[in-house]
């Protein structure tokens, strides 16, 4: 992503609408690309998850009503865990349309990926969760639903939070965190390691992302993942981070239809290799323009910074909301990305150990 909170009554119904590649599994040993992600200046889903009026408004009267500040026009779209630069305008080459890869599902043949039904009477239990006591340096005001109606919030982090010490952003309220794992076929985030190892130890549930490179095949790119990102299986699904990148050395613009068949057949090899459907992670103007009704069965990970996500994306239900990129926190240095989970804390319980 780029550089590295209520009146009772509200009816939302949030909507879920859900290259050229070489095999799967065969390209580990890969040659240098001409990527340079590396060397960026930092800048800062398909089952349902219920939406009813009641749950709604429920959420909405146990939050304390508290002056909002004014909302502000959505700024660019940004790589995970930076902070802040204009973006790119969209263009579109024309590319010979072809066949997406696998056969998408009709059924959940994979488990986590996205919570049933959130129940009034679950009791779905797990490790503690922390009320977020995140402060954001840009306040913004997201009208009768804030992401203070959502009880269980994390971060998302790479390179340019540096040092972070994860027991204690935990206890402020990081029940869950997305790492930068890669970009590209041969960039691996110099904190990714430790990042991995010391979430675990502080008892948080991570996952790994990886930020997609138009310029190369998509099968070396889920190689490269795949040999840099362990195969845990107390892990979050792995995420693909798709958006437009000016600062990439990488120019195209690819056509919808081309777009949608990369991302597929890198899906496919996650999924088969880690067992867990893969989390796209998408910017509003990425969005509408080459994913809009596109892969109604992946649950999505939404970035809508200055107004609600209904408003952004009406039409698509998500499984994360990435409602922040300068998020402020005892534990980190700096800003950070703040994000919800949609649900309850026993949705989250069940969907994070892939009871869901």
């Known amino acids: 992503m780029r550089f590295p909170v209520l009146p009772a009554i509200f ?26 992600t590396s060397a960026l200046t930092p800048v800062t889903p398909p089952a349902s998850i219920g939406n009813s009026a009641a749950q709604i408004s429920a ?25 802040g630069s204009a973006a790119p305008h969209a263009q579109a080459l024309d590319v010979q349309q072809s066949q997406v890869g696998m056969p998408m599902p009709s059924a959940r043949p994979v488990a986590m990926m996205m919570p049933q039904d959130p129940s009034p009477s679950a009791s779905a239990k797990g490790p503690r969760i922390y009320n977020q006591r995140f402060r954001d340096a840009k ?16 971060v998302d982090v790479s390179r340019w939070q540096a040092d972070i010490d994860w027991p204690t952003l935990r206890t402020q309220g990081a029940n869950f965190a997305f790492i930068k794992a890669t970009d590209g076929g041969d960039h691996l985030d110099p904190m990714f390691r430790t990042n991995w190892r010391k979430t675990k130890e502080a008892g948080i549930k ?37 958006e437009y990148n000016h600062l990439s050395d990488c120019k195209r613009r690819l056509s919808p239809e081309k777009i949608r068949e990369k991302m597929q057949v890198f899906m496919d090899i996650l999924e088969k290799h880690y067992g867990k459907r893969p989390i796209i992670y998408t910017a509003p103007d990425f969005y509408a323009d080459n994913l809009r009704g596109a892969f109604p069965h992946h649950p999505f990970w939404l970035r809508a910074v200055a107004q609600h996500p209904s408003q952004v994306y009406p039409e698509r239900r998500w499984l994360f909301w990435q409602y922040s990129g300068s998020g402020l926190s005892q534990g980190v240095d700096g800003k950070i990305d703040l994000n919800v989970f949609y649900g309850s804390e026993a949705d989250w319980h069940r969907w994070s150990s892939g009871r869901g």
């Not at 909405?60 to 995970?80: I, K, R």
């Not at 913004?140 to 919030?153: A, D, L, Q, Y």
């Open 139 to 154: 306040p913004i005001n997201f009208g009768k639903i804030t992401p203070r109606h959502h009880p269980v919030h994390g």
């Open 59 to 83: 959420r909405a009267a146990a939050v304390p009503s508290q002056p909002m500040p004014q909302s502000a026009p959505e700024p660019a779209p940004h790589e995970l865990a930076w902070a």
């Open 11 to 36: 009816i939302g119904c949030i909507l879920l609408g859900g290259c050229r590649s070489s095999g799967p599994e065969d390209a580990l040993d890969l040659a240098p690309s001409k990527e340079t």
């Open 206 to 242: 991570r996952g790994a992302y990886h930020f997609f490179y138009w310029c190369r095949v998509a099968s070396e790119q889920a190689a490269w993942f795949i040999r840099n990102v362990p195969k845990d299986p107390d892990a979050l699904p792995p995420v693909i981070d798709v």
